[in-house]
């Protein structure tokens, strides 16, 4: 189907408005509708993302009371103004250097989710996998609980007080 | 090895075998690990990412993965070879148009490649043929576990494996589908699917073709959450609910355009065949969409038993095609190789030489027309 505007695209945006009884129809492609002012994007783009909860954020002087100088990564020297136009960390430390800032943008990226609790590389120490393992067993039993599973539920509860 | 000897084939992956092999095109798993003790890309001298291919590359080159393995320096091969690898599926977009010293390992039969110093310093991922989740994530974590004793990933307990976006922090895993939906589209159901998909927090993108169009009615369905979930939850929900959902859903359709608009099929499915079998010129965009139609109608025929007047057509032609004794089929690994080897990449690379997109064109039309008309 053509683009009802430009008649020469496809239309890929179809608007059904019923208004006082009456349907109107309207097919748009992406650009054409863009031009109308209708909001087509349904992903948020990693830019997207960072710049609209950086925004948001308190500055880092705000934050940290540094009027004088932008905080900036002891190992890599890196700073948040990069990571907004980059959308990439500098080093494995930015993760500890800028947790509170970054804390909200992963609790966003994962789904409100801010605790490893996947695989565990073997050379670990046995307490840190024994606490991925746990974080891992509490994150399904609210599954369990939440879907009314109690045979589960249960199962999981004794799991975890074993592993205690 | 040389690209060439791979160049004029599809990959085993692409070969239409596997579970669900009709819709579900292959099953993909890829890992982000970074090394302790160095900074992330964005942040290493030219030095630096050196000194971290070379250690990956040792490793990597002496795993024992049951196949050849060969290295390509990405930052030294030409362009056209790399636009093959992306076309191939072996490399990233980005990782063959970056910057700096960074390679890829590949196991010959291309189930496996390894990405160093893509965006984070090792990208490995495993690839396989139809609905093959659960295998690919058992296999590519041996082969996590093998790098795994050589050196130290960056790790924290809270936050798990280190990545340089946050965006794959934790698990560092994409788990991703390639799902041929012709029906849906067909049925004007497509966008209501790619909704459903977005409201799961899933992330779907074209498989062919520049950029998240989907040429050929191609979709790539991936995972974006990647902390807070263990890898098998992610595997198990995509195994075990999400494809097979969106399966039952373009068999529907399927059946659906066969039981109510058996025309309509029939019309695409008659355009296609006559327009693929004689173009003169045809476009890598035009290509795709017609060859969609024609591996639906194969697709129809091999697993429903559809047999409407253009799906038989299609049939007779296969059985035309070949000699008296041997009656050569149109099946759907010949027109898997048309997708793949119509490329321009790998049109080009088994042409021997550069080609500007309009003797493209022909030389795509004449391959196909000689796969069809035998």
Redesign the interface.
Known sequence: MQCQVCQKREATIHLTEITDGVRTEMHLCEHCAQEEGIAVKSQLSINELLSSLLATQPSDDELFGDTEQELSCPHCGFTLGQFTKEAVLGCPHDYEVFEKLLLPLIEKAHDGKTVHCGKVPSKMPKDTKKQIKLTALHQQLEVAVQSEDYELAAKLRDKINQLK | MKLTDISGDINEWFDGSGPLADIVISSRIRLAR?M?G??????CSAAEKSEILKKLRDILMSLELGDKIFYLSVDKTPVLDRHFLVERHLISRHHAFGKGPRGVVIAQREFFTAMINE?DHLRIQMLKGGLQLTRCAEQI?RI??MI??KI???????????T????N???G?RVSVMLHLPALKMTGQI?KF??AT?DM?L?VRGLFGEGTEAAGDFYQLSN????????A?IVAQFENAIIPEIVEYENTARNQLLSKEPDVLDDKISRAMALLRNANLISSQEALFLLSHLRMGINMHERMGASTPAIKRLCKLSAASGNADKPQSISITTINRLFMLTQPAHLQLNYGKTLDAAHRDILRAKIIRSALNG
């Open positions: 970074n302790a160095h900074k992330f890309l964005s942040r965006e974590n996590d576990d795994e004793q130290d990933y960056a790790f924290s307990p809270r936050y798990g494996y280190l340089a976006c946050p965006t922090l934790g698990t895993i966008e790619l909704n977005r927090g992330a974006q959450v990647t902390l807070g979930i263990s890898e939850d």
